[in-house]
């Protein structure tokens, strides 16, 4: 054997030692996902969910393993893992993209009456793949001291053009842009939801990529009226009680404030299909419910359930009736009209 | 006649080496041929759409980010570099290595640190507002200038380092000669210094150019949707992986002709130089207002650069002190724990397949071989995100075969072995940073000239003298280099590490990605701390290693 042949045959032997070292690090990493008391989680949604599934592990003994990731990656990785998906459950902030991950057979129908009984029928699929757990309200907000709410009625009111200049919203590239304009279509059909978003575009609306930005930038007088989720007021609120900004119940004289959840659904391949079930179970009850709902200042889903003191005194509301599997259904056409509009 | 160092030692030409440099080759090439073999199959309705919509608007803001970032890096990256290695003023020692700090903080984090203290709500705009009216001018931060600014000012460190190695490895008498002729310090500089460092210069500025083509977590942050935005937009909005597939693809083909014309670049300037004993380019010592000027120059980019950010994440971290519980201090250190893994066993892995290529390239002595294997420099260029999809879908695949054929053969399916391991992450790794520490050993091989080899050989050294006592030691700073590159690079990284890690394997790049996302800024700060605490040892470590080199050139 001569010498380039040694140096090579070294390198590749050190090569596959290597690759070894790299599929022992990992695979001891996921040594226990076999071990039967654990739920490995696929999520989109990570904020608060530690001490829930800390409380749920006290309880039960079910260690619970998650990996947090953008939603369609997720998807893709569950498609491209298929049967041997070390996941058991998929976590998603949208509707939208639980009513995706359903149509693509990523998920597997789960008959529970406990959750048939707490979460209500428009809040979960019809095929029991997947399940609302919280409710957050996409809807106005504003500053008191430049607008009344006498000024505010409807989303739609917002292309007025007394609002040039002054309204922030989220860009076209995040979900909850994109389900609120599928609300939209569902309301309006295409080109009346179209002439919407052409509205805001002509309104130079001020587009900011965090929710928290844009109350913030409300709050300092970029605009006067923004459009976000109503936890992040509520988040705010709760680190200084005299953050100024109002929330304002849109729609309400008709279909009601856009609506969307975060929800779970249960693998096609869930190796720990029982923990799993019994996790969402108890997700859906009310110590899961106040803790996944209450610590992100979100509705619950479960009617039963109390909501955190502080978004309770933003007051009732009524929200859209649409079942939030339209968002999935619609989010290519509400992309694509968005891009049309010239919305970024 | 061409020379071949290694010709006389075997009987007949060895068929292993080149079949090896072929399949190295051939598997980091392989996501990126996945990725773009979607162009075969055109998605022409997505086209049109995009055509008629948001294309037009992603092209021009790609062009505009790719010539702002080029012109930046080149201007305060060969600017700086040209200063401390000419010029003697106060804190030039310390600055030296100083220059190159802000590489350890990630270009997405510097994003929504420069977002956070600009901003309309931020602190300097409030001020301004407070002080001259709520309708001051202040520049809007959200913009194409925002994203410019806020990269180049993580991208410059790349076109420093190389430059100040253009000119430090230059001969002083050239420059001497041109300055005695008559020419001003200033003409010599862009007559005869500049050109001599062009290629390590063209190389900085391209791996700044390829790193802002392929950043997509800035871009959005600034809302500036370049091309590398447009593949998320379609993927994840449109839900068209083949679509988004073809976009990257164009992406990859661009990022090729980028290469190309660097390449053609350097081998028009090829030259084997090197100064050896020869002094180098005479220190001028400044003084007066020159002296003040040249340290504020360096002072300021420094504190805009690493300064002013790190500033604001102290300002973070102590308040999230304040609330700090053990178990998240247990995360936290489970989590540099995972990072510091990644970034060794990637450092390790991209270098030593970086100097196989590098080197049996060489050895095989064909022009062919050598410019095939530049091909996997290509993955720097494309958006971690598209890598991951190239690696997830083969890889996946071969699970799956793996399983099926395990189970039929013996009853027994292992499970992932690829992508649900860190196989599959640090294969990605490698992909998408094989062209820094490639580039990094490939220069320091073009060092070793032919005469170098012959003269030792001719010396009657045998071959591994040659490589033990020569060659080695002229390309370890080369080795070494690339190798801390790629380390603080895994740090930061973001993409393939959120799509491809294994099961709750987070790194504190994903922990930053996550508050980030959420805006808690707070619980950012201590994490994204870490990462630039330790990207700056390694950096430490590759600046002490280099100045030693030279003390020993000139000693
Ligand atoms: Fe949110």
Known sequence: ?344 | MVVSPNTNQSKRPSRLLPLVLYVTIALVVLPVVVVASSLLTPSTVVWRHLAQTILPMLLGNTALLLLGVSAGTLVIGTGLAWLITAFDFPGRRQFRWMLVLPMAIPAYVMGFIYMALFDFAGPFHTFVRFTWGQDAYFPQIRSGWGAILVMTLTLYPYVYLLAKAGFEEQAGSNFEAAKALGSSKLRAFFTIALPLARPSIAAGVALAAMESLADFATVRYFNFPTVADGILRVWHGMMDLGAASELAGLLALFSLFLLLIEHRNRGRMKYYQSRGKLPGIPVVKLGGWTAVLATLCCALTLFAAFGLPLLQLLVWAVREFAILTPAVMATYWRLAVNSLTLASLAGGLVVLLALIVASLSRLSGRRTLQNLSRLVTIGYAIPGAVIAVGILLPLAFLDHSLNIMTSELWGFAPGLLFTGSLVGLMYAYIVRFMAIAYSSVDASMEKITPNTVLAARALGANARRVLFDVQLPLIMPGVLAGAVLVFVDVMKELPITVMMRPMGYDTLAVWVWQMAAESLWTSTALPALIIVLVGLVPIKILLDASSAGDKKHIG
């Open chain 1, 1 to 344: 054997m001569n010498k380039k042949h040694l140096f090579a045959g070294l390198a590749v032997l050190l090569v596959i030692v290597l690759f070894g070292v790299g599929v022992f690090v990992g695979r001891a990493n996921n040594r226990d996902v076999a071990a039967g008391q654990v739920i490995n989680i696929y999520t989109s949604r990570h904020y608060g969910v530690e001490p829930v599934f800390q409380e749920f592990t006290k309880q039960t003994g079910i260690e619970v393993r998650f990996t947090t990731g953008s939603d369609a990656a997720l998807r893709l990785r569950l498609q491209a893992e298929g049967k041997h998906t070390p996941a058991d459950m998929y976590i998603a902030v949208d509707a939208g993209n639980l009513w995706l991950a359903g149509q693509d057979g990523l998920l597997a129908e789960v008959q529970s009456t406990i959750l048939q009984n707490n979460i209500p029928a428009n809040l979960r699929d019809t095929n029991n793949r997947w399940f609302g757990l919280t409710r957050r309200v996409r809807t106005i907000m504003y500053h008191p001291d430049r607008v009344s709410p006498e000024q505010l009625s409807t989303i739609e009111a917002l292309t007025d053009p007394k609002w040039k200049g002054r309204l922030i919203m989220r860009p076209s590239t995040h979900s909850y842009t994109q389900s609120l304009v599928s609300s939209l279509i569902a309301a309006h059909g295409n080109a009346g939801a179209e002439a919407i978003v052409r509205g805001f575009v002509a309104n130079e609306t001020i587009l900011i990529d965090s929710d928290t930005r844009i109350l913030e930038a409300l709050a300092a007088g970029q605009g006067d009226v923004a459009i976000t989720n109503h936890y992040y007021l509520g988040r705010l609120l709760e680190g200084n009680p005299n953050f100024p900004i109002k929330v304002f119940w849109a729609n309400q004289g008709e279909r009601g404030a856009h609506v969307n959840i975060s929800g779970a659904g249960i693998t096609a391949h869930a190796r720990n299909r029982a923990n799993a079930i019994k996790l969402l179970e108890w997700l859906s009850g009310p110590n899961g419910q106040e803790l996944f709902a209450g610590s992100n200042h979100e509705f619950p889903a479960n009617p039963k359930v109390a909501a955190h003191p502080i978004i309770a005194a933003f007051g009732e509301f009524k929200t859209d009736p649409l079942n939030i599997g339209e968002y999935g259904r619609l989010q290519k056409d509400a992309v694509e009209l968005l891009n049309r509009a010239g919305y970024r």
